[in-house]
């Protein structure tokens, strides 16, 4: 698996026109081993206990938490592909449910508790959408997405036991929705593209690595489509203002969440990056 990852924690390119998958802006500084982060895994389980309708989150401890990832680094290091760590890892938890319609789920619980995780962990913050009103109304009453990329795959074992999972949020950094599940298919199984669900438990685990300091990626889902327009997935943005006071600068931190524009199909883009994960 070496020779798919470049030096700097990313999947590589090779293969793929310069369309699909364009160049990528170094390094954002989001590297860390997910190791290094276990000193918190208490305090950002905490987080998204209080903030979600997850209530099996309250049976996973800081411990299993703990034990899980480093089970999951192992697995990682057997198979060679611990050099993603380079571009930044990140740990999450999924508590066992069973979910009967997604867009229901993403739109009705898990996206405005993401909203409201996010106000309260920064607090200077500022957490809005770009769906109309209209397409969330419907998307509450019938389903509106389907699986790809292996997602389909977490939701079934999700429905049986927890799911514990590392994050990649760069590693398809300037990747296209299409070649992102191309290149999907040339890595292990237990790897999979990230939905909404884990990005969003992702964005509420660890606000202050994923949304501030930026530049940071837009995040896209390509683990789901949005069944009327299937070059379409949930697309995660995050950006950072400066507040200019008379004492001093404070940042204001924006999340939006929304559509991707419908090229982003088959054109990459250094500013958007597919979610990638191992369970």
């Not at 860390?32 to 987080?47: A, D, Y």
């Not at 969330?136 to 977490?154: I, N, P, Y």
């Not at 514990?164 to 890595?187: N, T």
Request: net charge neutral; hydrophobic share 35%.
């Amino acid at each position: 698996m070496q020779t798919l990852i470049t030096s700097d924690g990313r999947i590589a390119s090779s293969g793929f026109s310069a369309t699909m998958v364009t160049a990528r802006k170094g390094n954002l500084n989001v590297g860390g081993h997910p190791k290094t982060r276990r000193v918190q895994f208490g305090i950002r389980l905490e987080r998204v206990f209080q903030n979600t309708n997850f209530d099996k989150m309250a049976l996973i401890s800081a411990e299993t938490f703990q034990k899980k990832t480093d089970a999951l680094v192992q697995d990682l290091e057997k198979i060679g592909g611990t050099a993603l760590f380079t571009s930044g890892a990140y740990p999450i938890a999924l508590p066992r449910q069973y979910i009967e319609n997604y867009s229901k789920e993403l739109f009705g619980s898990l996206l405005p508790n993401l909203a409201n995780c996010f106000l309260s962990s920064l607090k200077t913050s500022v957490c809005a959408h770009d769906f109309t009103p209209q397409q969330v109304a419907d998307a509450c009453k019938t389903e509106h997405f389907s699986c790809v990329g292996r997602h389909h795959e977490l939701l079934t074992a999700l429905s049986s036991e927890d799911q514990y999972a590392i994050f990649f949020p760069i590693a398809l950094q300037g990747f296209s929705i299409q070649a992102a599940r191309d290149a999907l298919e040339k890595l292990p199984p237990r790897f999979s593209l990230a939905g909404p669900i884990e990005t969003a438990v992702a964005h509420m685990t660890y606000p202050d690595f994923l949304n501030t300091n930026p530049p940071r990626p837009n995040i896209l889902a390509c683990g789901v489509e949005w069944v009327t327009n299937s070059t379409q997935t949930v697309m995660f943005g995050t950006s950072t203002s400066k507040n200019e006071g008379q004492q001093d600068i404070t940042c204001s931190y924006h999340l939006t969440y929304g559509l991707s524009p419908p090229h982003l199909y088959q054109q990459g883009h250094p500013d958007f990056s597919p979610g990638l994960l191992f369970r």
